[in-house]
T-cell receptor, first 112, second 115 residues
Framework: ELKVEQNPLFLSMQEGKNYTIYCNYS?????LYWYRQDPGKSLESLFV???NGAVKQEGRLMASLDTKARLSTLHITAAVHDLSATYFC????????????WGLGTSLAVNP | GAGVSQSPRYKVAKRGQDVALRCDPI?????LFWYQQALGQGPEFLTY????????KSGLPSDRFFAERPEGSVSTLKIQRTQQEDSAVYLC?????????????FGPGTRLTVL
């Protein structure tokens, strides 16, 4: 059974600081996704990572994937208040690229 | 429309009532997904359609849950004899195809509260 674990689950950080959110998964996966969810809102796609060593960056967020370690990281650089949200990682099973299996999410609060 | 839409946005039902939740995917998207998101949790997969064919319903929690997409566009998730544990946000997502990127675009969700 594919399981996805994120840590930390809660993160409070100051503006201007850097931090990393980790996503581990238990079995071979075809691809990994990062989504953002604001309170009461739906899910917004941030990154899709398809292969070992993949790195993608958008603004202050950078995501990477190590398929051998079954680990993805979401790195936040010089955080700003607008990044406050819940961040989810999700993976698909190898050979089944339809069903997304989700982590519990990391609730990020960026304080002035 | 520009994105996935869902209706109603909020639904309050008395225990035992039947409910129907609607999803309008992005025009032209072949794949459609339903997820259930309990408070403070990540989404849980319910079911998946490719056009009108329901290819995976392994996540439906009981036979009280039924989904259809008869013309390969709009989909309805029906819950019969609702129970309190059915209270959650029901999310619909669509993607162009279950292809390489398989980026799923999510609707705003329907928040169901069962009293």
């Amino acid at each position: 059974e594919l399981k996805v674990e994120q840590n930390p689950l809660f993160l409070s950080m100051q503006e201007g600081k850097n931090y990393t959110i980790y996503c581990n998964y238990s079995t071979t996966s075809d691809r990994l996704y990062w989504y953002r969810q604001d309170p009461g809102k739906s899910l917004e796609s941030l990154f899709v990572l398809l292969s070992n060593g993949a790195v993608k960056q958008e603004g202050r967020l950078m995501a990477s994937l190590d398929t051998k370690a079954r680990l993805s990281t979401l790195h936040i650089t010089a955080a700003v208040h607008d990044l406050s949200a819940t961040y989810f990682c999700a993976v698909t099973l190898a050979g089944n690229n339809r069903k997304l299996i989700w982590g519990l999410g990391t609730s990020l609060a960026v304080n002035p | 429309g520009a994105g996935v839409s869902q209706s109603p946005r909020y639904k309050v039902a008395k225990r035992g009532q039947d409910v129907a939740l609607r999803c309008d995917p992005i025009s032209g998207h072949v794949s459609l997904f339903w997820y259930q998101q309990a408070l403070g949790q990540g989404p849980e997969f319910l079911t998946y359609f490719q056009n009108e064919a329901q290819l995976d319903k392994s996540g439906l929690p009981s036979d009280r849950f039924f989904a259809e997409r008869p013309e390969g566009s709009v989909s309805t998730l029906k819950i019969q004899r609702t129970q309190q544990e059915d209270s959650a946000v029901y999310l619909c997502a669509s993607s162009l195809l279950a292809g390489r990127d398989n980026e799923q675009f999510f609707g705003p969700g329907t928040r169901l509260t069962v009293l």
